[in-house]
């Protein structure tokens, strides 16, 4: 079983990083692969160039095994559509149990993704939690279509390659790449908030306003 990690990683985080980890631990995942959007379609353009966003997933995932960075979005005109990518993802293997990693706040906004119907007839939805979103505690919290599919153990998504949901537990990061933008602009120190090679890469380039020495 693989597992699949869209975003935008403007910049890439610990709140990518951490939970990525440890799902990849929990799930028993062959590998999790990050997939940096090229234009995400759901909000505005990313501050950092695509081929910045590409560069710094993959600095932050050289030091963890069972981590990789998937260019295959970047490769791709147009918005940067999930069901694309898990389209592609299938035409290469047909039959391997997948797994769609997302945050809280992702899940709760699905129903706006372009044909998100099709999304657990490609690959199981996994949700992480994240610090001010809460995870659904029973049925009436969720909606309709995602009551039925629901499991709890990741032996039963490996037995099927699409069309369940779980909630994984994650140790909570308070973490968002706004803020780390925000911070960074303000000259102010962001370490232990993203991995070292990420911010040397940052400082190097200088992006999101980067220009003090302290940060
Ligand atoms: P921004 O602050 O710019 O919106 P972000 O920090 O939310 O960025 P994205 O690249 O938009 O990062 O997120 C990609 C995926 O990672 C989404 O599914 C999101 O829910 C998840 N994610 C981001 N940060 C966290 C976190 N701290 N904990 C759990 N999941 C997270």
Redesign the pocket.
């Known amino acids: 079983m693989i597992g699949i ?6 910049p890439i ?1 610990y ?2 990083l951490r ?1 990525g980890q440890q799902a990849l631990r929990a799930l028993e995942l062959q590998e999790l692969r990050f997939i940096p959007a090229a234009h995400p379609p759901h909000r505005q353009t990313p501050v950092a160039a695509c081929e910045h966003r590409l560069r710094m997933a993959e600095l932050a995932v050289a030091e963890h095994p069972g981590l990789r960075v998937d260019d295959r979005e970047t490769r791709r005109d147009g918005p940067s559509y999930t069901v694309a990518t898990l389209e592609s993802l299938r035409a290469e293997n047909e039959t391997q149990p997948m797994c769609l990693l ?2 809280t ?2 899940f709760r906004g699905i129903e706006s993704w372009y044909r998100w119907k099709r999304l657990l007839q490609l690959s199981h939805i996994v949700v ?4 001010g979103w809460r995870t659904p505690r029973d049925n009436e919290d969720l909606p309709l279509w995602a009551r039925g599919v629901i499991c709890d153990d990741n032996r039963q998504l490996a037995k099927r390659r699409n069309g369940l949901i779980m909630f994984q537990f994650v140790t909570p ?7 780390v933008r925000m911070m960074i602009a303000r000259g102010e120190s962001v370490q232990g908030m993203l991995p070292d090679v990420v911010l040397s890469y940052i400082r190097a380039n200088r992006l999101y306003g980067y220009s003090r020495q302290e940060v």
Do not use: E, K, Y
Request: hydrophobic share 30%; no cysteine.
């Open positions: 990690f869209g975003g935008t990683f403007d985080h709140g990518h939970p997302m945050g706040d992702a992480l939690q994240r610090p990061q308070d973490i968002s790449a706004s803020n």
